[in-house]
Nanobody, 120 residues
Framework: HVQLVESGGASVESGGSLRLSCVAS????????MAWFRQAPGKEREGVAA???????TYAYSVSNRFTISKDNVKNTLYLDMNNHQTEDTAMYFC???????????????WGQGTQVTVS
């Protein structure tokens, strides 16, 4: 049974920083493909950043140079470091995992419940 649990969401001022975490159980972070998605009210879920099994990242243009995706294979945890927040970053952020390299495509097999980020 795969479980992904996100944490770290909060209310932050524009220009601020946050780190999101996603702890995986029943899934080997070191050998899989993972990503962060976000969904704002009334909008479709969009891919933010993805990381392959070798640690190579892919970013959406809207967050490149501001967000950094990484993983800790020992802690079996995925991270998203977000800097210079903009109001358009306000959304529910979801962690996702799959055994295939989907990058920012939305059809990941495993999903977390999400953590809310609000930028004001």
């Amino acid at each position: 049974h795969v479980q992904l649990v996100e944490s770290g969401g909060a209310s932050v001022e524009s220009g601020g920083s946050l780190r999101l975490s996603c702890v995986a159980s029943g899934y080997d972070v070191s050998g899989g493909y993972m990503a962060w998605f976000r969904q704002a009210p009334g909008k479709e879920r969009e891919g933010v950043a993805a990381i392959d099994r070798n640690g190579y990242p892919t970013y959406a243009y809207s967050v490149s140079n501001r967000f950094t995706i990484s993983k800790d294979n020992v802690k079996n945890t995925l991270y998203l470091d977000m800097n210079n927040h903009q109001t358009e970053d306000t959304a529910m952020y979801f962690c996702a995992a799959d055994d295939f390299d989907l990058q920012l495509a939305r059809h990941y097999r495993y999903w977390g419940q999400g953590t809310q980020v609000t930028v004001s």
